[in-house]
């Protein structure tokens, strides 16, 4: 039975990453501050580390179960088992703007697929697919009397912006134990994907009016690099205090940019687009560069074993050097601190299911890499989740990991949006012997 289990749960994953390509190739956020960079840049994480405000920099082997922590390679060498982890996630997101109605939103994905398989007694490969980034959003700015200010003139001006398209990230990485207390590992990543946006620029009011798009397309392959160290004290056998750093390279992808401008008709009647009249600027850039920023992340956990685990992260982010075919992106360097943790009342509870499970915490401040209309947008969030035992057997551990994040992005000042969302994650964790061989006498 166990066989035709496994059999299942390796069909199953992929597929699912197969549909999980696919899906990542179109939009999954609904966010008009997606428009900036490349997309909303998605975190490295598990649900299990989300569930904990975020932190990761520090952690590895979390109350005698293990998982895949990409955010730091170094954790791989942690992994005593097999570990599978696959999630789904979902957004619902409420954008607010000043005199204007709100609009709700809602998208769903696969998450990640990862796995961990242990080399030796302290190391570990560890490989995965997960999303970049994500791009989406469509939103309309109308200017009055043709946007010249005279009261005569009662003709509307509608600008229009759209974006659609994200990046996916496939990893391989190798962790390694360095003596008894340091950790060191490295990722290599495949980014690839499509990012679309148009911005186009109408006068409904005027029959037979002449509107114009411009059109910027990026096919987006390329390599990029994650490293990392830990360093572990032991108080005693169940008490350790860890400390982390990682860090992404700040490498370049290639690009295949086009950019066009075109003009078009709308029917007055219908509102039907016609095809593009005439393309003013056509221009191919087979061979562009992106130069990705660099990340440097810190982190500190403290765990007792069976009981609780609490830390904080700390990232930089220089996305100020971010250029997309040799035009910089105007963005800011990004700030984010992380805290969190976790607590199970009882793991070897027998008579109590819940005094098994553990219970997370954590909170998210995020100075992040958009600065609109004079203004710093900043991101707050809270999180919870919830790890779900399931009953095994003497080599193989299941677990079911719920997070909540609950949050708020930008302002309602300076006639920007106010995006209040929630974030689900569900992941199902497996750990068992599958690639060991068994010795007889």
Known sequence: MIKYIRFVIILFLFTATALGVKAQSTATTSSPYSRYGLGDISPMLMP?????????????RINGFYSVNPLNPASYSSIGLTVIDI?????FSTLEKTGSASQKNSN????????GIPVSKRSAIAFGLMPYSELGYSYRQATPNFGSGLPADTNAVNYLYNGDGGLSKFYLGYGIGIGKHLSIGANVSYI????????STEVPSLIGVLNSRIEESNSITGLNYDYGVQYTVDF???????????????????TVNSYIVSSYFRDATNGDEGVATD????????????????????GISFQDEGKYLIGADYTMSNWSKLTVAGVN??????????????FTPNINSLSSYWAAVDYRLGAVYDQTYLYVNNTNIKRYAATFGLGLPLRGSTSSFYKINLAAEIG??????????????????????????????????
Not at 284 to 298: A, C, D, E, V, Y
């Open 48 to 60: 299990q580390n989300i569930a904990m405000g975020g932190i990761g920099v520090a952690t590895n």
């Open 236 to 254: 005693s056998a169940r008490k350790h205090l860890t400390l982390g750093y990682s860090a992404s390279s700040n490498t370049k992808l290639n």
């Open 408 to 441: 708020k992005r930008g302002t309602l000042a300076n006639s920007l949006v106010k995006e209040n969302y929630v974030n689900i994650h569900l992941s199902f964790t497996l750990n068992d012997k599958w690639f060991q061989k068994y010795k007889f006498d």
């Open 192 to 199: 690839f994907g499509n990012l679309k946006e148009t911005q």
């Open 279 to 298: 393309t003013s600027v056509n221009r191919q850039q087979p061979s562009g560069k992106i130069q990705l920023p660099m990340t440097n992340r810190f």
């Open 87 to 91: 999630g789904v996630y979902s957004n």
């Open 108 to 115: 769903f994905r696969l998450s990640h697929i990862a796995f």
């Open 329 to 342: 992106k105007q963005l800011r360097d990004s700030k984010t601190i992380n805290v969190g943790g976790q």
